[in-house]
């Protein structure tokens, strides 16, 4: 998240994680596992231990609440396999219910036959994260022709640290956008800055998410009229939780604090929707950021892709 602010040592992470059970033991965080910043010499504040951020990411985001936007959610044993609009399959699940490697090595091909018998399904992802209990999964996946894309770090944190005060370059401005062309003048600079090709497609299924009036809001920095850096905020129904996601700068602007004005704006609006919590899956790029902000890293995701 943002820098965090004081915080008395008695006031605990109830509030902010109710109404969730994040498990048993004593919520207040202990000396031995209690992390500190230093903000100044005088200041030293808490944070909410990974433990209890990473209970509340299982229980209130690997539901249906990960997809609001599926066309359909077909469940396999502890698969949820979701297929969105654009022929995009996306298999997760809240956990794996124990399986063995032999299990997996079944539920695997399963999942990939459901797919398959849908000719308009041209690609696959399956979400993986790190502190999943999935013996012989990794193999699975490439032996049915997944390929494992660049780790992830699953970043948490309290929204109101996030939402603070950060200058931008002269002649830079932060707005939201709900303009068809600002819409495709945004998705076509995030494909330039990941060094993927101009995406007209992902475009679209940006549009109609805006369409579903759901809560998803656009943000964009500008200069000169240009688009240099952009990013979403979706708000998570019935959860406390908002992600900021698929961030973007321009090479050329970045380190210059757009990336995290654009962040602490997202944040702001989330404080007003009530979200307390916000998630992302980060790059090497933006961890550091976030962490500096006072995001805490609570485990990692990797993405296996498939493609026909």
């Not at 396999?81 to 695997?108: C, E, K, P």
């Not at 945004?186 to 101009?198: I, K, N």
Request: proline share 6%; with cysteine; charged share 25%.
């Amino acid at each position: 998240m943002g820098l965090l602010a004081p915080v008395g040592w008695a006031s605990c992470q109830a509030p902010l994680l109710a109404p969730i059970d994040v498990g048993s033991g004593n919520p207040r965080m202990t000396d031995r596992n209690q992390l500190r910043l230093r903000l100044r010499p005088s200041i030293v504040i808490e944070m909410i231990d990974s433990t209890s951020l990473l209970a509340a990411y299982d229980e209130q985001l690997r539901t249906d609440a990960e997809t609001p936007s599926a066309i359909s959610v077909t469940r396999h044993g502890p698969l949820r396999l979701v297929t969105f609009a654009g022929g995009r399959g996306f298999v997760t699940y809240r956990d794996l219910g124990g399986a063995d490697a032999d299990t997996l090595r079944r539920l695997v091909p399963e999942a990939l036959a459901h797919y398959q018998a849908d000719p308009e399904i041209s690609r696959i992802e399956w979400k993986t994260r790190g502190h999943d209990h999935a013996p012989g999964l990794h193999e699975a996946l490439l032996e049915n022709g997944f390929t494992a894309g660049e780790p992830e770090s699953i970043m948490i944190g309290e929204t109101r640290l996030l939402a603070v005060d950060v200058p931008l370059p002269e002649g830079v401005a932060l707005r939201r956008v709900t303009e068809e062309a600002d819409v495709r003048a945004m998705s076509r600079m995030q494909d330039e800055a990941f060094g993927e090709p101009v995406s007209e497609g992902m475009a679209d299924a940006i549009l109609r998410r805006l369409a579903r009036d759901d809560g998803m809001e656009l943000w964009v920095a500008e200069a000169d009229g240009q688009i240099v850096s952009a990013g979403r905020l979706e708000p998570v129904h019935g959860t406390n939780f908002a992600g900021i996601w698929g961030g973007a700068t321009r090479a050329e602007w970045r380190g210059r604090g757009i990336y995290r004005a654009l962040t602490a704006a997202r944040a702001r609006s989330a404080l007003d929707m009530g979200k307390t919590l916000i998630n992302s899956d980060s790059t090497e790029y933006s961890r550091p950021i976030l962490e500096r902000s006072g995001l805490v890293k609570v485990s990692t995701t990797t993405p296996y892709n498939w493609r026909r």
